[in-house]
């Protein structure tokens, strides 16, 4: 993968899932994401959480994206380190927040 990728997100220690280690991900997919793949994300969010929220700030709502644009099976970032975790919200929160 490429170093100098801004959207590949760095672990602090390689990370096992099913047998497979990985030392990153990466979400440089979001810029294709479209306002369909929101919708869909938020109403698949509603039915798991049915909670009326900020979604695009909350961490299960940015893993629904991550895991549609990375292949990333949900359990795969339910999985992850906290503070891994924490990053690939951050990443995406920020993607669909600021004005670039």
């Known amino acids: 993968m490429l170093t100098n990728n801004h959207y590949l997100i760095k672990f602090n220690k390689p990370y096992s899932f099913e047998g497979k280690e990985y030392n990153d991900l ?3 997919k979001l810029e294709e994401i479209t306002s369909q793949d929101l919708i869909d994300a938020n109403r698949m969010y509603l ?4 909670m009326p929220a ?6 299960y709502f940015t893993f629904l994206i991550a895991s549609s644009i990375t292949g990333k099976p949900l359990n795969f970032l339910e999985k992850l380190p906290a503070r891994e975790g924490m990053k690939i919200k951050k990443m995406v929160s920020d993607f669909l927040f600021l004005d670039n």
């Open 47 to 50: 039915t798991q959480t049915s």
């Open 26 to 28: 990466d979400l440089s």
């Open 54 to 59: 900020i979604s695009e700030a909350d961490i």
